[in-house]
Nanobody, 118 residues
Framework: QVQLVESGGGLVQPGGSLRLSCAAA????????IDWFRQAPGKQRELVAA???????NYGDSVKGRFTISRDSIENTVYLQMNSVKPEDTAVYYC????????????WGQGTQVTVSA
């Protein structure tokens, strides 16, 4: 069983920065594609950023140029660096892992709250 644990959420002022972490227990994240999703109250869950096992990245239009997803294989962690945050970035952020070539092996973290407010 793969357990994903997100951390790093909290309260941040508009224009500030925050770094979210997605750590795994029970497996190496290097063989997974990792996505960050977010869900705000009353809204659908949306893709924020994605990174393949090979390191290719993709971003949602609303965060391009502000957020960066990266891997640290030694720490077995995936990060989401959030810069120039806006109030509309307020949401619960979820880490999602899909095993390469095996989409039936998909795992979610419990989520971490990010609140952008003055």
């Amino acid at each position: 069983q793969v357990q994903l644990v997100e951390s790093g959420g909290g309260l941040v002022q508009p224009g500030g920065s925050l770094r979210l972490s997605c750590a795994a227990a029970g497996t190496r994240l290097s063989v997974f594609a990792i996505d960050w999703f977010r869900q705000a109250p009353g809204k659908q869950r949306e893709l924020v950023a994605a990174i393949t096992s090979g390191g290719s990245t993709n971003y949602g239009d609303s965060v391009k140029g502000r957020f960066t997803i990266s891997r640290d294989s030694i720490e077995n962690t995936v990060y989401l660096q959030m810069n120039s945050v806006k109030p509309e970035d307020t949401a619960v952020y979820y880490c999602h892992a899909v095993l390469d070539g095996r989409p039936e092996f998909s795992f979610w973290g419990q989520g971490t709250q990010v609140t952008v407010s003055a």
